[in-house]
């Protein structure tokens, strides 16, 4: 069965720009989440939807938006993007139930 | 304080030998455990979960849950050189649909 799709993998943008990143949940697996991964902060949750819904969020500013389709698959949005931006973005899809989260390979954004 | 705290600095074991990790978490309403492991590069693979008091073993895996300590703890046994990542210890807190995650530990397995 086919895994977590991130889409895409790698991104070059300027400050000030904003960017999409895009996310295909595991198939029936409802629930989508992002994550930003940085070596000096790890791995910091930005927002989980469920069913559309934005069920929780993350400590980050309104810069950084989310949205989840019908069909499960999620985007994520940065607005005026800053330096500090520069991550790997993770997204990871879960049933709901008892059996952990599973991650797409990411997207690594660099803001130059 | 950290919801999830890995502390131990990069562990070197030899090849054949057993690596611990340890884990302590904060929120006593902590209800489900994972252990991920990030190879340089690449994103986090699930490798064990855990959800009672006790220990799991899966493979030359096994985890160890102990809430009254709000302590978790992964040993690798047997461990080769394609064990060596880094494992990050995470947990979700009940109601939240969400994972802390701790630092994480670097393992390096020497052959």
């Known amino acids: 069965k086919a895994g977590v799709t991130q889409t895409p993998r790698y991104l070059i943008k300027t400050r000030g720009q904003q960017v999409t990143l895009s996310c295909s949940p595991i198939s029936g697996h409802r629930s989508v989440s992002w994550y930003q991964q940085t070596p000096g902060q790890g791995l910091q949750f930005l927002f989980e939807?469920?069913?559309?819904?934005?069920?929780n969020k993350g400590n980050f500013p309104g810069r950084f938006s989310g949205r989840q389709f019908s069909n499960s698959r999620s985007e994520m949005n940065v607005s005026t993007l800053e330096l500090g931006d520069s991550a790997l973005y993770l997204c990871a899809s879960s049933m709901g139930q008892e059996g952990g989260y599973t991650f797409g390979s990411g997207t690594r954004l660099t803001v130059v | 304080q950290k919801e999830v705290e890995q502390n131990s600095g990069p562990l070197s074991v030899p090849e054949g030998a057993i690596a611990s990790l340890n884990c302590t978490y904060s929120?006593?309403?902590?209800?489900?455990f994972f252990w991920y492991r990030q190879y340089s590069g690449k994103s986090p693979e699930l490798i064990m979960s855990?959800?009672?008091?006790g220990d799991k073993e899966d493979g030359r895996f096994t985890a160890q849950l102990n809430k009254a300590s709000q302590y978790v703890s992964l040993l690798i046994r047997d461990s080769q050189p394609s064990d060596s990542a880094t494992y990050l210890c995470?947990?979700?807190?009940?109601?939240?649909?969400?994972?802390?995650f701790g630092k994480g530990n670097q393992v390096v397995v020497i052959p």
């Open positions: 939807y469920f069913s559309e819904t934005q069920r």
């Open positions: 855990i959800y009672s008091n």
């Open positions: 929120d006593r309403g902590s209800q489900s």
């Open positions: 995470a947990a979700e807190f009940y109601g939240n649909n969400r994972l802390a």
